[in-house]
């Protein structure tokens, strides 16, 4: 049959906004999470972390949030520049899946894009 | 410090050939996990190895395999390739005390025709 790309949601800012990045989590039980940026061409790198005993992380320009009672984590990345326009993934550990880290479940992606 | 190299980058076979990739993880890291990035499915586990052991393994066909030497460096195969096996394939590499930090290669770009 015919595949379907993902549609991926869309977030577009102008240049010295800030930009609010959200994600839904699926396993309440999940107590790591992580986002990373992909930039075309390229593997996802690491942005910010944030375990499930802690609410807010902040990092350089960014925030992550994390709201266990809904299952939701958003990603804040203050004076958004063009350089930030990548597609944004959240990641969940699945420790159920077995052995001490299980594996990383990742969100479908936002892609920012920054006008300049 | 080398981030996570993957060779080759780029890569085209046809309908049932087989194919291997490799992965070098940071020095250090001894735990590799593969990924599959696709349009339509997104970024999904394969499976993980540690100490040349698979730990955790995903929801692939068997065609999928893949091993871990005793210096951390990662091969994964792919057997009898399908079409839908077009894709991005990532490695991921993380330390023994800090597994969730998972440090993304590049990928192999591998097209099936």
């Known amino acids: 049959g015919e595949s379907v790309g993902l549609h991926l949601p869309t977030l577009s800012v102008q240049e010295g906004d800030n930009s609010i990045i959200n994600c839904a989590y699926s396993n309440s039980a999940s107590d790591y999470f992580i986002w990373y940026k992909q930039e075309s061409g390229k593997g996802p790198q690491f942005i910010i972390d944030?375990?499930?005993?802690?609410d807010k992380r902040q990092g350089q320009r960014v925030t992550v949030l994390l709201n266990k009672t809904v299952k939701h984590l958003s990603l804040q990345i203050a004076a958004t520049q063009p350089g930030d326009s990548a597609v944004y993934f959240c990641a969940e550990n699945n420790r159920n899946y077995g052995g001490s880290q299980g594996n990383l479940i990742f969100g479908k992606g936002t892609k920012l894009s920054v006008k300049p | 410090k080398a981030g996570v190299t993957q060779t080759p980058r780029y890569l085209i076979k046809t309908r049932g050939q087989q194919v291997t990739l490799s992965c070098s993880p940071i020095?250090?890291?001894?735990?590799v996990s593969w990924y599959q990035q696709t349009p339509g499915q997104g970024l999904q586990f394969l499976f993980e190895?540690?100490?040349?052991?698979?730990?955790n393994k995903g929801n692939f066909p068997g065609r999928f395999s893949g091993r871990q030497f005793s210096n951390s460096r990662s091969e994964m195969n792919v057997s009898t390739l399908e079409l839908g096996d077009s894709a991005l394939y990532l490695c991921?590499?993380?330390?023994?005390?800090?597994?969730?930090?998972?440090?993304f290669g590049p990928g192999t770009r591998l097209l099936v025709l």
């Open positions: 944030i375990r499930s005993n802690m």
């Open positions: 190895y540690f100490s040349e052991t698979q730990r």
């Open positions: 991921a590499s993380s330390w023994l005390d800090r597994q969730e930090t998972q440090y």
């Open positions: 020095s250090g890291h001894r735990s």
